[in-house]
């Protein structure tokens, strides 16, 4: 028997190939189908059953195309309604693979449909879990995101998590292994560890909704208190998971097109497509193509993708560095941005030498703030971060702007003011001040540099103390 988690950092995501005697079991793929092939083919297997454990709302997965490919079956637990075939499991229904078998433990509560796959060895003893988002190591899955059904809420969706981990998953031993889908930096969770596995016993022990004392009513009220909105593109990509999509192949050679920087620009206007600049941040800030949006492959690339551009069919024109084309297609269809045209061919470099039209953003790092800082401390901060980050210690007089919410807050802000942006590290800052400079915003000055440099340096921090808390 051999598992092994195949895990995307850029996403949080994990992936696991099954093997035993000759067959294996895919669970939950990423889009690409081409790493499940490879190592198939390199194992001499034969790839039997895809397994899903709900209908995935932070990425597209690639079932359908992977089962086109092996002929292997799509299995969903209980409650899976789709467009296209599939098996939909019973609770306790179990599946041979090789010398070793896999039961269905339906396990709702993040989602209606989610499934626990539990993986028997080859004696029939309990080995692992594949707990999707109804476990993470630290926290459990949200129960907000699930489409809405009826009168279905939250509160219902926690209590049928309580229950699920209670009646089917707290009930095993102590050493069978937790595998989820997710870890830290996934919006799939809370407060998930950096950990992408652990043994069930310290789960129980560690993970604060496996409190044995913790009551219904307690679970309810922590796992719902605190959620921040999620990314709009999360019930987008549920629905092409449910309904489909179109193949990953069609999508990397409509997208992987090298255009010259005159064809480039006819596509932009023809196509009204939004220019995505994925380059290294400072060298987005040097010198890039007028209205491009800035959002590196360096950073949590596909999350803020799918956060801050609501059009999934959105033509898309991709300026990256030499090389990184292909990648940038395939990351964009991760989330379900399937409609990429084309790139810039020879990068940005060629689009200076054709002598074409350019703009900048400028930026200063953190002693040059510094000493604009101690000239006029009544400068306009911008700050970036996540309204929790803000909240621990920012700037003082500084405005809280997150990115997450950049539309909803741009009516704040004046075009005819300056403004400092700033984030933890330069990455949010740029993205927010490309987005804004794209709408007309001209008087930004972008701050590389990390928070830590700011709050140790002379200018003024402050925590935010909730009013109910003064006397």
């Known amino acids: 028997m051999k598992v ?12 696991y190939y099954i093997e035993s005697n000759g067959e294996a079991a895919i669970i939950d793929p990423l889009r690409e189908t081409e790493p499940y092939l490879r190592k198939a083919q390199d194992n001499g297997t034969e ?43 019973k609770d306790g229904e179990i599946f041979k693979l090789g010398n070793v078998s896999i039961k269905i433990l339906h396990t709702p509560g993040h989602t209606p449909e989610s499934t626990t796959y539990l993986l028997l060895d080859e004696n029939g003893k309990e080995y692992a879990i594949f707990t999707g988002d109804t476990l993470f190591i630290g926290d459990v899955g949200r129960p ?10 939250k509160e219902d969706l926690a209590g ?48 604060y909704a496996l409190r044995a004392d913790m009551t219904r009513e307690e679970f309810i009220k922590e796992v719902t208190d605190g959620l921040l909105p999620p990314p709009q593109y999360f019930a987008k990509n549920a629905k092409m998971n ?13 997208g992987a097109l090298p255009l010259s920087p005159r064809a480039f620009e006819a596509a932009a206007n023809e196509h009204d497509a939004l220019i995505l ?64 045209i084309g790139y810039l061919k020879g990068g940005y470099k060629a689009w200076e030498t054709a002598g074409m039209e350019t703009d900048r953003i400028e930026t200063i790092d953190i002693p040059q703030l510094v000493q604009t800082y101690q000239g ?11 309204p929790g980050e803000w909240e621990a210690e920012h700037i003082k007089d500084g405005q809280s702007f997150p990115l997450d919410f950049i539309n909803e807050k741009m009516s704040e802000i004046k075009k005819d003011k300056q403004y400092y942006m700033h984030c933890r590290s330069g990455y949010r800052s740029t993205i927010a001040a490309s987005i804004l400079k794209a709408r007309g915003f001209e008087n930004l000055i972008n701050i590389h540099g990390t928070f830590d440099d700011i709050s140790g340096s002379e200018i003024p921090t402050t925590a935010y103390v909730c009013p109910s808390t003064l006397k």
């Open 160 to 207: 049928w998590l309580y229950d699920s981990l209670r009646e089917k998953i707290m009930p095993l031993p102590d050493d069978v292994l937790v595998y989820p889908a997710h870890g830290a930096g996934s919006a799939c969770g809370k407060n998930m560890s950096k950990d992408t596995w652990d043994t069930l016993g310290n789960q129980k022990e560690f993970n």
């Open 47 to 89: 790839i039997k059953y895809i397994f899903e454990t709900h209908f995935h709302a932070d990425f597209v997965s690639g079932h359908l195309d992977l089962a086109k490919k092996t002929g292997a079956k799509i299995v969903y637990g209980p409650k899976a309604e789709t467009t296209y075939e599939k098996h939909t499991a």
């Open 144 to 153: 907000d995101l699930a489409q809405k059904k009826g009168d279905l809420t």
């Open 277 to 340: 600049d994925v380059r290294d941040k400072a060298e987005f800030v040097k010198g890039f193509v007028p209205n491009s949006i800035f959002i590196g492959l360096d950073g949590s690339f596909a999350p803020w993708v799918g956060a801050l551009i609501p059009d999934l069919m959105q033509a898309i024109l991709i300026v990256a560095p030499e090389g990184k084309e292909e990648e940038t297609v395939k990351r964009l269809a991760r989330v379900g941005y399937d409609n990429a």
């Open 242 to 254: 449910k309904s489909g999509y179109e193949s990953i192949d069609v999508v990397m050679e409509r």
């Open 376 to 386: 006029n401390d009544k400068i306009n901060i911008l700050d970036v971060r996540k």
């Open 4 to 15: 092994e988690q195949i895990y995307t950092g850029c996403l949080a995501q994990g992936a």
